[in-house]
Nanobody, 131 residues
Framework: QVQLVESGGGLVQPGGSLRLSCAAS????????IGWFRQAPGKEREGVSC????????YYADSVKGRFTSSRDNAKNTVYLQMNSLKPEDTAVYYC????????????????????????WGKGTLVTVSS
């Protein structure tokens, strides 16, 4: 059984940092393109950062560019989202997703109604940015 489990969320003050983790079991993440998504209260889920299994291509949403960094540790079968200079508008549930075929650009740009087509999703971790 494949599981993606996010962790690392919590309450942080504006300007602070968090590192989210997405640990996989039942699947080898280095074979998959990875996406980090978030859903703020009352809003649709959106792509934040997506990166490739096969090259260094990485996509970041304009709202997080320069502040968030995605990475992976293949030995731990885990991917990460380092979030710096956090803002209240970054408050959301953050999800990781994995897909073999969808390109990073397409993964992060796709409309929410297509999200169910991605291979695997985690259940999310809540990030709250507040003073």
């Amino acid at each position: 059984q494949v599981q993606l489990v996010e962790s690392g969320g919590g309450l942080v003050q504006p300007g602070g940092s968090l590192r989210l983790s997405c640990a996989a079991s039942g699947v080898t993440l280095d074979l998959y393109n990875i996406g980090w998504f978030r859903q703020a209260p009352g809003k649709e889920r959106e792509g934040v950062s997506c990166f490739s299994s096969s090259d260094d291509s990485t996509y970041y949403a304009d709202s997080v560019k320069g502040r968030f960094t995605s990475s992976r540790d293949n030995a731990k079968n885990t991917v990460y989202l380092q979030m710096n200079s956090l803002k209240p508008e970054d408050t959301a549930v953050y999800y990781c997703a994995a897909d073999r075929m969808t390109t990073v650009q397409a993964m992060c740009s796709m409309l929410p109604r297509y999200y169910s087509g991605l291979d695997y999703w985690g259940k999310g971790t809540l990030v709250t940015v507040s003073s």
